[in-house]
C-alpha cells in the first residue's frame, strides 16, 4: 500500500536528530528495491545525465527526460520521499519558466518536492516556487550544474572567501523558503557550521559526518559507474563485476548449447 513519507517526517526526523538516508535512482527497479529497502528520500537526480545516459555533465540533460525519469520512480515508490531535480535551463533563464517547469514535475512526474543549484543568486526562484506550495531542496557548495564557472568538479569553500560565501548561500537558501539543503563537495567542517546554524536539514555528499543526513548516486555505491570513484564515495558493492559474470556466463551457454535447457523449454 502507497503511504509514502511526506515533509512532516523529514521534519520530525530532523526535529528527533535522526539522521536522514537519500539515495539517487531513475527508473522503477532501483526505487522499487530501495524502497522497499527503506531508504528515507528517493532523489531522481539530473545525475541520470552523467549515469545513465553517459553525458560527460548533467548539462544536457532535460525537461522530458526528468519527467520520464521521475515518473518511473513515483511509480514504483510506496514509503519514500521523492525529490526531482531541476534539469539546467529550467529554472535559471525566467522565474516564469522554473514555477512551470517546478509545477510540471510535480504534476507530471509524481515528485514531492524539486530540488534546483545555487545560491544568492536563486532566491527569488526558491521564493516563487514555494509560493506555489511545492516544497524546495537547496543545493550549494560544488553545484555540478556550474562545471564551467568552477573550472571541473573541485571541492568549494576552502579558503575564507569561499567559505563565506557558502555560509552566505546557505542563510539565502534557507531564507527564502527551502526545506532542505544539499552540502555538496566542502568541507566537513564548513558543513558543520552550516548545520549547526540553519533550522532545517542539511544532506551532505562528499561534505562529511555532521550534516543532518547523507545522499550518495546509487550507481556509484554500487561500483556501476565507470572509472573515477571519488574519495567520498563508499562503494556497498560491486554490482559491475557481478554483471560482467552473469553476461559471460549467459553468453558461453547460448555459445555451446547449454542455454536453454530442459527446464526452460516447453512440452
Ligand atoms: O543529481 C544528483 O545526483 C545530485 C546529487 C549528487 C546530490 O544532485
Same mark, same amino acid.
Given at each position: 500500500m502507497k503511504k509514502p513519507k511526506t515533509i512532516l517526517d523529514i521534519r520530525e526526523m530532523y526535529e528527533t536528530k535522526k539522521k536522514i538516508a537519500v539515495l539517487t535512482a531513475y527508473d522503477y527497479p532501483f526505487a522499487r528495491i530501495m524502497d522497499h529497502a527503506g531508504i528515507d528520500i528517493i532523489l531522481v537526480g539530473d545525475s541520470a545525465g552523467n549515469v545513465v545516459a553517459g553525458h560527460e555533465n548533467t548539462l544536457p540533460v532535460t525537461m522530458e527526460e526528468m519527467i520520464y525519469h521521475t515518473r518511473s520512480v513515483t511509480r514504483a515508490v510506496e514509503h519514500s520521499f521523492v525529490v526531482a531535480d531541476m534539469p539546467f535551463l529550467s529554472y535559471q533563464a525566467d522565474i516564469s519558466d522554473a514555477r512551470r517547469n517546478a509545477g510540471r514535475l510535480v504534476?507530471? @512526474? @509524481?515528485?514531492?518536492a524539486v530540488k534546483l543549484e545555487g545560491g544568492i543568486n536563486l532566491r527569488q526562484t526558491i521564493r516563487a516556487i514555494t509560493d506555489m506550495d511545492i516544497p524546495v531542496v537547496g543545493h550549494i557548495g560544488l553545484t555540478p550544474q556550474s562545471v564551467h564557472r568552477m573550472g571541473g568538479y573541485r571541492i568549494q569553500g576552502r579558503n575564507a572567501e569561499q567559505s563565506r560565501k557558502i555560509k552566505e548561500a546557505s542563510e539565502a537558501v534557507r531564507e527564502a523558503g527551502a526545506f532542505a539543503l544539499v552540502l555538496e563537495g566542502i568541507p566537513e567542517l564548513l558543513a558543520g557550521e552550516i548545520t549547526a546554524s540553519l533550522d532545517i536539514p542539511t544532506i551532505g555528499i562528499g561534505a562529511g559526518p555532521l550534516c543532518s543526513g547523507q545522499v550518495l548516486v546509487a550507481h556509484d555505491m554500487l561500483g556501476l559507474s565507470q572509472g573515477f570513484s571519488p574519495k567520498f564515495v563508499k562503494r556497498y558493492a560491486e554490482l559491475s563485476q557481478l554483471m560482467t559474470n552473469a553476461f559471460t556466463e549467459y553468453i558461453t551457454d547460448v555459445k555451446e548449447g547449454k542455454f536453454p535447457g530442459k527446464e526452460h523449454s516447453f512440452n
Open positions: 504534476k507530471e @512526474g @509524481g515528485a514531492h
